[in-house]
């Protein structure tokens, strides 16, 4: 049974990534080559999740099959929420290859956790709203965001707490935070990841972001009308 690893990267384009695979002896080649070169006029790839596994080439067709539907044709791009497409491949038996600082396990809980966080999601009117929280130790991390077009954009400006425990989520990582201010506005996917950016932690930004009344926006959530 041949094997090889199978690879996931991240690229310049939202929702949109590249799962393909390579040799074994080729991986560090293959991934200078695509995060240096880009991929199909597609650019700013970054690796995200690697694997080694049996039967590469079979595996690689199964997660075609899977994720058919959202595969641009004829390449190897697919418009596919990149921690769903994690979880499957760290559920496979196999060598985790990147990233390197963590298992298996970790890598499959910290894109679970990313999920809830980014599926977390609802339709709000379009308008301004608010989020304030007291930190221990930091004081008020507070901000505003505009929904339009049923787009959530946190507004620079806001006041951001720093992280606080192991798992960070994506959004805040990349956040443009300097010394405790959001420098740009960021687009997010729902309110708890809104939240995220400014309070550093977990939290139900459904209950946390307010309207101009000061009432929760979960108010807005289909079935709590």
């Given amino acids: 049974m041949a094997r090889g690893i199978i690879y996931i990267m991240t690229t310049a384009v939202p929702g949109l990534i ?15 080559q695509l995060e240096r070169n880009g991929y199909s006029n597609v650019t700013a790839l970054k690796r ?11 595996k690689e067709k199964l997660i075609d099959d899977i994720f058919s539907k959202s595969k641009v044709h004829n390449t190897e791009l697919y418009a596919l929420d990149v921690e769903l497409a994690v979880q499957l491949l760290s559920s496979f038996e196999g060598n985790k290859i990147y990233p390197e600082d963590k298992t298996k396990d ?17 339709e709000l009117p379009d308008g301004k709203y608010f989020f304030l929280r007291k930190v221990t130790g930091f004081g008020d991390a507070k901000g505003t965001a505009i929904v339009e077009d049923g787009v959530f954009r ?15 989520p994506e959004i805040r990582k990349s956040a443009p935070i300097v010394n405790n201010i959001l420098v740009d506005d960021v687009i997010c996917n729902s ?11 977990s939290n139900n930004g459904w209950r946390e972001w307010k309207d101009k009344t000061g009432q929760p926006i ?8």
């Fill in 18 to 32: 590249k799962i393909g695979k390579t040799g074994l002896d080729n991986f560090e080649q293959r991934m200078y």
């Fill in 48 to 58: 995200r999740f690697a694997i080694e596994v049996e039967d590469y080439d079979d």
């Fill in 106 to 122: 970790e890598v499959f809980d910290e894109a679970t956790k990313e999920r809830e966080i980014n599926t977390d999601g609802g």
């Fill in 154 to 168: 946190v507004l620079k400006g806001a006041t951001c707490a720093p992280t606080s425990g192991e798992f960070v």
């Fill in 191 to 201: 309110p708890s990841a809104a939240g995220w950016i400014i309070a550093g932690r």
């Fill in 218 to 225: 979960d108010a807005y959530r289909k079935g709590n009308n």
